[in-house]
């Protein structure tokens, strides 16, 4: 048998599809990232109402047993900012407080004293 014989070769056309790389199945989330998308999803729906309805409407956020006010006051502020909105926040007595009003006893309405 000659070397010839033994190889042989197929040809054919190929599809531009087929040398596409195939879509990933997504990966299922963590019981941490499913928290954490649930808490965004909350906080869009809440700063959307602020959107939507009266100035002077003020939203308060209470915190369940397992958050920490750091964390829930770090998404909101990263929310706000990321969408640009015009809402005010301020942390009064271990809650969060949302307007888009001036919030009162809040710093941005101090003014400086005169020397």
């Known amino acids: 048998m000659n070397d010839q014989e033994a190889m042989t070769v197929r040809v054919r056309d190929a599809k531009?599809?087929?040398?596409a790389p195939k879509?990933?199945?997504?990966?299922?989330?963590?019981?941490?990232q499913l928290a954490i998308r649930k808490r965004e999803q909350q906080?869009?729906?809440?700063?959307?109402e602020l959107?939507?309805?009266?100035?002077?409407?003020?939203?308060?956020?209470?915190?369940e047993d397992n958050e920490k006010l750091v964390t829930i006051r770090a998404a909101i502020?990263?929310?706000?900012?990321?969408t640009g909105s015009s809402v005010n926040l301020g942390v009064r007595n271990g809650?969060?407080?949302?307007s888009r009003g001036p919030i009162?006893?809040?710093?941005?309405?101090?003014?400086?004293?005169n020397a």
């Open 43 to 48: 906080i869009e729906r809440v700063l959307n």
């Open 104 to 113: 009162p006893g809040a710093r941005g309405g101090r003014r400086p004293k």
């Open 77 to 82: 502020a990263r929310q706000i900012k990321a």
């Open 95 to 98: 809650a969060i407080y949302l």
């Open 51 to 63: 959107g939507a309805g009266p100035a002077s409407q003020i939203k308060k956020i209470e915190l």
């Open 23 to 32: 879509p990933r199945k997504p990966r299922a989330l963590s019981p941490r």
């Open 16 to 19: 531009p599809e087929e040398l």
